[in-house]
């Protein structure tokens, strides 16, 4: 084609300097003994309509050999709009609940011939059986549901990716039928491969919880705090693992020694932690042990559960208000802190400095516990008139909170 264009050229420069120099030209050619004459313009012409037909000639032989090809790109680019279609339909349908409609729109379009032939929108079948097997759960149609679960499986194993849905959505199946164990080794080869997915860890931990594994689910939650997103859902995982830890620790001191060291002090502070173990303590009258562990947890934050504790644990009252004292510039303002305070100086006898404390917190918030201690004291200097109207607004209060 190149060449031809090239010769065509070439005689039309040729015709140009002829035509420019007003002179006639001739092309001569002997074939056998046969001799033809022409002139320049008329082999010009020929040239032209030859580079015509051949121009037109190759393009329709290239058309019909393409023709079997570009029939093909057609029907695939056609399935693939139907794709993107349904994709779009079935998404808005779940969307908005309707499952049964979000179900008729991938049954309509994901058939086997299109499975087959279409190769390239394979993430479009993958969504497509992700919203077959979230609607059949939402249905709750257990035949639709396994048989999306295993085509979305299909399509997954002819991707390079290692991560697969059709494995979590296996384990969230496997522990909903208490088979844990199993779960626990599937989702332990899914997160080697996939060692930040959200939703691989989250199950991996409910998996541990649900088998009861209580040690190694706050090691692996302590494995995962660098997660920032996983940070509370970790802290519920620790607590729950404290908590059944404790409660299996029975009265052994020994057994609760052994928890004491799975637990870090960042850990022990975080007030329900605290709480946990100060009442295992007091449960084994651990009343010096059981004060550290409140002492630890209150220098960081005030807690209402850790107060009560606080103040149900008096072993040293003196060391205790000084404790108090120390906190006072940290948690002035707190109600529940004034309160204890004051209940604390009125086991020690300290009349004034308790009235001055519970009169505090019930003008920061009114609590019946501040007012019967109030009325404890009145009683005690013989105020009967003043006690009485004290207990009235207790019993006041008591009967707002029912």
Known sequence: MKSLVFFTLLFAIAIGFS?????SASVTIWWLNYRVDFSLVVLAVVVVVSFIFCFFGLKTISAIVSLPYKVSKFSRDRAYKKKIKALSNACISYLQEDYREASLYVNSYLTTKVQDTVEYNNNVNRVLCLIGVLTARKQKNKKNYYAWLQKLATFENKEVSSYRLSVLFEAEDLIAESLEGKAIELLSE????????YKGKLLFLKALAADKQWEKLLHQS??????????????????????????????SRIELRKIMSLINKNESKDPTIASLIATKFTELNETSECLKVLESALNVAWNVNLGN??????????????LLDRWLIKYEGDYHFHLIFGLVCKKEKLW????????????IKETSKAYVGLAQMAEQNESTAESYKIWKKAAKLNMQSI
């Open 190 to 197: 899914f997160l080697v491969k996939n060692q930040n997915s």
């Open 19 to 23: 035509l420019a120099l007003d002179e």
């Open 309 to 322: 504790l606080f103040l149900e644990n008096i072993l040293d009252s003196k060391s205790q208000l000084r």
């Open 352 to 363: 004034a400095k308790a009235k001055e404390q519970l009169e505090y917190s019930i003008k």
């Open 222 to 251: 302590r494995l995962l705090e660098k997660q920032d997103r996983l940070l509370e859902i970790l802290l519920d995982y620790k607590r729950l693992a404290v908590e059944k830890l404790l409660k299996g620790a029975g009265s």
